[in-house]
């Protein structure tokens, strides 16, 4: 099976990053796709989307419209994220997640940041 993802701006900048428990067990405790499209200096465009930490793929529409004009710096990704997971109901099993979460966010928004 192949998927051909046609190369737009927000494809151009775009990661897929997973945490996993260890290396030789495959199945992400949390996973995210993050990409951005810069102009000018700015975040023209955002997309941010979480796995492992819902029943489906948990996209994060408010932090990416948070982020649009900003200049890709650690001050705007972290002033982005604040409350994302105000909505989460998280299982007292699995709260360590949230946490997990924003940190693999976080470093995946720094990578594509730093990209020239």
Do not use: Y
Not at 9 to 22: D, I, N
Not at 33 to 56: D, N, Q, T
Not at 72 to 90: C, H, K, M, V, Y
Not at 95 to 104: E, G, I
């Amino acid at each position: 099976m192949q998927v051909d993802v046609p190369l737009t701006g927000l494809a151009r900048r775009s990661l897929f990053a997973k945490v996993r428990e260890r290396a030789s067990f495959e199945f992400a405790l949390v996973s995210a796709a993050v990409s951005l499209e810069l102009e000018k200096g700015c975040i023209r465009e955002a997309r941010i989307v979480l796995g492992g930490v819902a029943p489906k793929p948990w996209r994060l529409p408010a932090v990416e419209a948070h982020l649009r004009g900003c200049p890709p710096s650690e001050e705007a990704f972290q002033e982005a994220l604040t409350g994302f997971d105000d909505d989460a109901r998280p299982l007292e099993s699995n709260a360590f997640k949230l946490v997990l979460a924003r940190n693999l966010i976080l470093r995946s928004l720094a990578e594509l940041g730093s990209l020239v």
